[in-house]
């Protein structure tokens, strides 16, 4: 201890380590649990999810895994007797279930999780206590959120609620929500429909049993991709609710809840995208002896290289965002908002790109590649929820309109402990802050002194070509700010032309997560690649899509990357900052 007052920096760094010890411990021991995915005689391999996406069911067998590892423990906060500390960490651990099949994260866990979250942030002592009971003891719980405007129409439906005495009287259906059927408890928010009072209320209620007046469980819908959800309606007339149910007016809970459901979300999802990349590897690797297919054809190589590319530039910009909702709350509502529009496009495309390495055998519905398939099915999904990326991209437009008068922090650019995977040292949530207005941009606003860092590192030709790509990334923000300034306004609602600048900052700030990322990593070996060539890919990644002119990357990097591509391949782990072992 130092002066009495805490740890002091050896005790500190001890208590780093054995936080992150205890962290891949949790992993690991979920991995090997799994197994490994591609052995046909492991009863939760990828030969067996793909049957069950088949039978648009989940797999008994990987529910039981689960609950026997307590995953909802991770979705509920530590003081309440759960594991969930990091936001970070809550991706990285279900990344493990992702990878297998994205719809047994989302109704193991993700699902939960939106309406825990609510609680978490805006629910009183009782309440929050009350979900955690449920959700340690294995109980499900989901969320109606409120839709915004810019909703899609798949969800775009409410309740409404009267007041009636001691309490309220609840109307209204909600077309399509994921465990509906099996919940033990539902978070809803409602209309109010009354003279004296508007807006939304939200409540928190036991879930109705079978043949309750006043409700009615939906048929279930299909979807065409997580076809093991069980996604069903409800509609209620007159159901009575009382009045101690209620969470407060308002939509404060939800708007508190969307910038950490919008970064968890997605960063959970890049394990599905890690799945279609791993298959096409393995697809390649099959087909070495055809030409087109080998992992060095130049077609074959440039669609691998591209996916593992954009898979680590995501995970930087996810990283970013989670750990900002705990380092800075008050900058995390847009940099969520840039994770939840810009994963689930790149992602997508990534599927896509990668379907032409594996040609007609993209289409098997059986098979060693069949999970190629189910992954592309999947993958758009994770742009779904109750934030979708259209809400997302307004909420980033909106942020534009106050870029220019938006300086960089005092002290320069953000803190290393944004950046860096391993770092445990996080303070609390602190809900309260995440809906006020921002009161800087961080991560755009540090990325000149990571642009004058690149340019000092020295070194060779990667050297090089990262410090021209980050000078580069610099100009592209020095024209944001140009454009974005004086903006275009409407009264208080963005103009057309400021939803065009939504593509350009989000790349930009992807750019600037990996430069900040690359700058700052440190911690235990196994994770980011060595060396500059991981970024400097995924910065000509960024840069071309703004600017098509962009001088291609060095053939050195593009050789390094494909290495450590293959060597994960054969080592089992996965294609992003963590390099986790996979199945054991």
């Known amino acids: ?55 648009r069911r989940l797999l008994p067998a990987a529910e039981a895994l689960l ?8 979705i509920v906060p530590e003081e309440l007797g759960g594991r969930l500390r990091r936001l970070d960490v809550l991706a990285r651990v279900m990344r493990a279930v992702f990878r297998r099949d994205a719809a047994l994260g989302l109704s193991c866990g993700m699902s939960s999780y939106l309406a825990a979250a609510v609680v978490w942030s805006g629910g009183s002592a009782q309440q929050r206590r009350r979900t955690a009971d449920l ?25 409404t609620v009267t007041p009636d005495g001691a309490g309220y009287l609840l109307g209204g259906r909600k077309e399509a929500l994921n465990n ?41 819908r299909s979807t065409t991709g997580v076809r093991g959800c069980l996604v069903h309606g409800l509609e209620f007339d007159r159901y009575r609710v009382p009045a101690d149910r209620s969470l407060g007016s308002g939509t404060e809970p939800a708007a508190r809840a969307f910038p950490v459901i919008r970064s968890t979300g997605p960063s959970m999802a890049l394990g599905c995208a890690d799945t279609a990349l791993r298959t096409a590897v393995a697809f390649s690797r099959a087909h070495r002896a055809r030409g087109r297919a080998a992992p060095r054809a ?100 909106a942020h534009l309109l106050r870029l220019p008068a938006l300086r960089p922090p005092a002290g320069g650019a953000a803190g290393a402990a944004l950046f860096q995977p ?17 009161n800087g941009d961080s991560l755009v606003g540090g990325l000149e002194e990571s642009v004058e860092r690149a340019r000092a590192a020295g070194g060779g030709e990667l050297e090089r070509a990262l410090a021209g790509y980050a000078t580069a990334l610099g100009r592209e923000l020095d024209r944001l700010r140009h454009d974005c300034s004086p903006p275009g ?72 990357l494909l290495t450590e591509l293959l060597h994960r391949f054969d080592d089992a782990r996965s294609y992003d900052l963590y390099a986790t072992a996979i199945g054991r």
């Open 298 to 397: 130049p077609r074959t190589r440039q669609a691998l290289l591209g996916a593992f590319s954009d898979l680590l530039l995501c995970d930087a910009l996810a990283l970013v965002a989670t750990r900002a909702a705990h380092l800075l709350p008050r900058e995390s509502a847009t940099l969520s908002a840039v994770v939840k529009y810009l994963l689930p496009m790149f992602l997508t495309e990534t599927g896509y790109d990668l379907s032409a390495v594996l040609g007609a055998e993209s289409y098997a519905r059986q098979g060693a590649f069949a999970v190629f398939q189910k992954a592309l099915r999947d993958l758009p999904m994770i742009g779904l929820g109750p934030v979708g990326s259209e809400a997302s991209r307004a909420a980033v437009a």
């Open 489 to 560: 306004r409407s009264g208080n609602r963005p103009q057309p032309r400021v939803y065009a600048l939504v593509d350009r900052y989000a790349l930009i700030a992807a750019g600037a997560a990996c430069l900040g990322v690359w700058r700052h990593h440190t911690g235990p070996g196994g994770g980011p690649p060595t060396g500059p060539a991981w970024a400097v890919m995924a910065l000509a990644r960024v840069l071309r899509r703004l600017d098509p002119a962009t001088p291609r990357p060095p053939a050195s990097g593009e050789e390094l």
């Open 180 to 220: 509906a059927a099996r919940a033990a408890s539902l978070l809803l928010f409602a209309r109010v429909d009354t003279a004296g009072e508007s807006g939304h209320r939200a409540f928190l209620i036991d879930a109705p049993q079978a043949g309750a007046a006043g409700f009615r469980l939906l048929d279930r």
């Open 1 to 55: 201890m130092t002066n009495g007052t805490g740890p002091g920096p050896a005790e500190q760094a001890d208590g780093d380590r054995a936080a992150e010890a205890a962290v891949r411990e949790r992993v690991a021991r979920l991995e090997r649990g799994l197994g490994e995915p591609d052995d046909p005689g492991n009863p939760l391999g990828a030969e067996q999810f793909v049957r069950a996406d088949a039978e």
């Open 135 to 159: 959700l340690l003891s294995g109980g499900r719980t989901v969320c109606a959120y409120p839709q915004p405007a810019e909703g899609n129409a798949f969800l775009h439906n409410g309740f």
């Open 67 to 74: 609950d026997g590892f307590r995953l909802h423990a991770e």
């Open 422 to 438: 391993y770092e445990p040292g996080l303070p609390a949530l602190r809900p309260c802050e995440l809906t006020l207005p921002a």
